[in-house]
């Protein structure tokens, strides 16, 4: 009885499989897919989603969603801000700039103000002299 309950533990925390976004190369371990995250009664997402148990709380109840399937082109991508949006459905950002004219002006303000001027590193001089 009691090895059936150490089993059952491990099962639990056992990953599915790793979830690797393929814009950024983010990697980290899934432990459910869908809409309906594990040890939850009354959450439903809006996508099928790749979902992993927080790993900063003991509660069994918390989750973090990690990403899902660009409705246009099927790209694994995570939520991150530079990776991708959801609007009514999940869009990488490389379909959302082909895409720019479909969306509403306030998801294009929302994205203009997300450029943000790359950095050179301190060791390169300008090139403004």
Same mark, same amino acid.
């Given at each position: +009885?009691?090895?059936? !309950?150490?089993?059952a533990c491990e099962a639990e925390?056992?990953?599915?499989?790793?979830?690797?976004?393929?814009?950024?190369?983010?990697? &980290?371990?899934?432990?459910?897919?869908?809409?309906?995250?594990?040890?939850?009664?009354? !959450?439903? @997402? @809006?996508?099928?989603?790749?979902? +992993?148990?927080?790993?900063?709380?003991?509660?069994?109840?918390?989750?973090?969603? @990690?990403?899902?399937?660009?409705?246009?082109?099927?790209?694994? !991508?995570? !939520?991150?801000?530079?990776?991708?949006?959801?609007?009514?459905?999940?869009?990488? =950002?490389?379909?959302?700039?082909?895409?720019?004219? &479909?969306?509403?002006?306030?998801?294009?303000?929302?994205?203009?103000?997300?450029?943000?001027?790359?950095?050179?590193? &301190?060791?390169?001089?300008?090139? =403004?002299?």
């Amino acid at each position: +009885m009691k090895r059936a !309950v150490v089993m059952a533990c491990e099962a639990e925390h056992r990953p599915l499989g790793v979830f690797e976004c393929q814009l950024c190369a983010l990697t &980290a371990p899934y432990s459910s897919m869908g809409q309906k995250p594990p040890d939850t009664q009354s !959450v439903i @997402l @809006l996508e099928e989603s790749y979902i +992993m148990k927080d790993p900063f709380t003991p509660d069994k109840n918390r989750f973090l969603i @990690l990403g899902s399937r660009c409705s246009v082109c099927s790209r694994l !991508v995570c !939520v991150g801000p530079d990776c991708s949006l959801f609007y009514c459905k999940r869009f990488c =950002l490389p379909c959302v700039q082909e895409n720019i004219h &479909a969306f509403p002006q306030e998801i294009r303000q929302d994205l203009e103000k997300r450029k943000v001027p790359s950095k050179r590193p &301190a060791s390169q001089p300008s090139s =403004l002299t």
